[in-house]
């Protein structure tokens, strides 16, 4: 069933390298007749999007993981360095999803990918987040890999994985994977790819 909603004021509240709005809003109720009007604030805006892929080669029996430093888990109180996937906006300059994975896995591990699975697009955090993240596997070369990457103009530094299959799994299990891009591609690895997992895994000592 198809609700009504509108936007009766929309005002920016923060521009920096995010950008964040208040909405004045009101919606229909499930019951009926439309409701008050609220105030709801939102990070991003129409067409926010994030691409996201976990690297793999077939060949090797490789998954690829990034390290960095992310403020989100220390202002929680965790762990701030992350293990993660590949994974970045999209710029203006990008003509599609796939190109911009292409962009960031050149610019994170050093190399783009022989062939790009896409997985779901979803979106992150719907409660206060406009982005959608769009999900991929990456079938690389992972000897063209570099061991750190980064963009000195935006203050990154990032260390590159390298993991054969059990590693990975190793990993899973003590939660050293602990962000929702990465345990989806996981995911999503594990049940597209189950013999590729199986088969290095019976090769390994």
């Not at 805006?45 to 992310?70: K, T, W």
């Not at 530094?157 to 996981?186: C, F, P, Q």
Request: with cysteine; charged share 25%.
């Amino acid at each position: 069933m198809d609700y009504c909603y509108r936007v009766e004021n929309e005002t920016e509240t923060y521009q920096g390298f995010f950008r964040v709005c208040r909405y004045t809003i009101a919606y229909e109720r499930y019951r009926g007749g439309m409701g008050e009007s609220v105030e709801r604030e939102c990070l991003g805006r129409a067409g926010s999007a994030v691409v996201a892929a976990l690297p793999y080669d077939p060949e090797r029996g490789e998954l690829i993981f990034v390290e960095q430093f992310r403020i989100g888990a220390m202002v929680a109180g965790g762990n701030p360095w992350q293990n993660e996937i590949v994974a970045g906006f999209m710029d203006e300059k990008d003509t599609s999803p796939e190109a911009a994975m292409q962009r960031e896995l050149e610019e994170e591990i050093g190399t783009r990918a022989h062939r790009l699975e896409h997985l779901m697009s979803y979106y992150g955090s719907p409660g206060g987040s406009a982005g959608r993240v769009h999900l991929y596997l990456a079938e690389i070369d992972s000897s063209q890999t570099v061991a750190y990457s980064g963009l000195a103009a935006e203050g990154e530094d990032i260390a590159v994985h390298r993991l054969s299959y059990r590693e990975a799994l190793d990993w899973l299990a003590a939660g050293k994977l602990d962000n929702a891009n990465t345990l989806l591609a996981m995911q999503a690895f594990l049940l597209r790819h189950p013999h590729l997992a199986a088969q290095h895994q019976k090769a390994t000592p």
